[in-house]
């Protein structure tokens, strides 16, 4: 077992490779928006764009390259975690158990899905929060498949390292469950700051309902499903409903 020295660099790398680094980029972007001559809500926060306008080939190339990419720190979490005797069952992440799992996801995306964007369209029209386009992509065969896997990837990547690892990682530090809750749920929200003030706020709340479901279960599992729904809901339906309806901004 790694003591509590190791434990604070091996989490120091993992996030200087991953979300930490997110969270700076997202900061530095979020001062970029409000220093801007439009005010928040005029302005947009797209997470998942074209990279290619025009060339389709290239852009689902590319897509799926930086999916890959966007991925990879799991597999440095895996790494370490089997460098220290253990793997990522320790922290839940695999299909032990299916069927239990896709429920509590289910009920979980239901939940946190509503109400974040009843909340979303509430800092919006404060005018504390930017624009968020959640799928621009051109009208292409592969553009519901793309979406899909961002949807996964998202999940994948943010509920191993922000919910399972770092979690497990602080309580075998000596952390108390609260404290290691409030450091995961203020990282989750921070590298969201791009989309403003509501997307800090919205996605520490989402951290710490997650990290508390991951102490109580000690499942990553479901927390990945809930937020793949999630987002796959969000991307797929805005690509939509976007020009259809008028309450979407």
């Known amino acids: ?21 997110s969270a700076l980029v997202a900061f530095v972007r979020l001062i970029g928006s409000l220093t801007a001559p439009r005010e928040l809500k005029g302005q947009q926060a797209v997470l998942v764009g074209s990279m290619a306008p025009g060339r389709p080939w290239l852009d689902l190339a590319l897509q799926l390259v930086q999916i890959a990419i966007a991925v990879a720190p799991v ?8 460098r220290s005797g253990e793997s990522l069952r320790t922290i839940g992440a695999d299909f032990r158990r299916p069927g239990g799992d896709l429920v509590r996801g289910a009920l979980l995306a239901a ?11 509430a800092v919006w029209a404060a005018g504390v929060n930017l624009t968020v386009v959640p799928g621009a992509l051109p009208e292409e065969w592969w553009q ?34 609260w404290k290691a809750v409030v450091v995961s749920s203020l990282l989750r929200g921070s590298y969201h700051l791009y989309q403003g003030f509501g997307g800090f706020v919205g996605n520490v709340v989402m951290g710490v309902v997650f990290g508390r479901a991951y102490q109580r279960w000690g499942r990553t599992m479901p927390l990945i499903m809930a937020h793949t729904l999630i987002d796959a809901v969000a991307f797929v339906g805005y690509a939509f409903l976007r020009g259809r309806v008028s309450w979407l901004p």
Do not use: C, D, K
């Open 1 to 21: 077992m790694l003591g509590p020295r190791l434990i604070r660099a091996e989490i120091f790398v993992v996030m200087s490779v991953s979300l930490g680094a």
């Open 75 to 82: 597999g440095l979490v895996a790494y370490l975690m089997v």
């Open 111 to 121: 939940a946190i899905g509503g109400s974040g964007l009843v909340f979303y369209l």
């Open 144 to 177: 519901v498949p793309v979406l899909l896997l961002a949807a996964a990837q998202n999940g994948v990547l943010e509920e191993v390292i922000v919910a399972g690892y770092l979690l497990h990682r602080l309580g075998q530090a000596g952390w108390t469950p």
